[in-house]
């Protein structure tokens, strides 16, 4: 299955109309990969799903509070069905995989980059930003080294001084000596063999 950014956009509406027909509440969900990289013009190509990392807590008062969305409320589980089923695609469309970042925490001060868009009267995106998006992506290709992870991250055209913030991140999530090698070759791929040698 492959989405374009104007496809996504068609099932997000979609998304928000099934959640106002079941009278359910609004839903605020925090989204990174392709389907950011899109909708904020860093890239433009397809991809296979739209990738939820958080449901976001909009309080009164304080700060936004970023929430577990593995698994996403059973409501909004429903309603991505019944989008699959009418629009023939699959019904993990709305992926909560990587909602397990969550676990370790994401990139500091990320809830206050967030950026907004509203579909219908029932879903509103909040996409991580570029600092985020570079955090999570060289996450991704250190430990994947897929070729789509690099692309993405060079259309992002991380400094040198951002990849060393995101590169410390990443070992938040996993300070083993494999994965620290892994690491430093994505550095290395980037173009940042001197960021990579200050990485421990």
Request: charged fraction near 20%; proline fraction near 6%; aromatic fraction near 6%.
């Amino acid at each position: 299955m492959s989405l374009s950014a104007q496809t996504i956009e068609t099932l997000l509406e979609a998304l928000s109309e099934q959640l106002a027909a079941a009278d359910a509440c609004p839903v605020d969900l925090v989204v990174c990969g392709g389907t950011a990289m899109n909708f904020l013009g860093f890239a433009a190509r397809p991809t296979k799903d739209v990738d939820v990392v958080a449901l976001l807590n909009l309080p009164g008062k304080g700060e936004p509070e970023f929430l577990m969305a593995k698994p996403l409320p059973a409501y909004v589980l429903k309603a991505s069905a019944l989008v699959a089923k009418d629009f023939g695609i699959s019904p993990d469309w709305l992926n909560d995989g990587p909602a397990d970042l969550l676990r370790w925490g994401l990139p500091e001060g990320a809830e206050s980059r967030l950026i907004e868009r509203r579909f219908g009267a029932c879903l509103t995106v909040h996409f991580l930003a570029r600092p985020d998006l570079i955090c999570l992506k060289l996450y991704a290709y250190a430990d994947s080294q897929a070729p789509r992870h690099r692309q993405d991250l060079l259309a992002l055209e991380p400094t040198h001084e951002e990849l060393e913030t995101a590169a410390n991140w990443v070992r938040t999530h996993d300070d083993s000596d494999a994965f620290l090698i892994d690491i430093r070759g994505a550095l290395a791929t980037l173009g940042a063999p001197d960021v990579a040698a200050r990485i421990g």
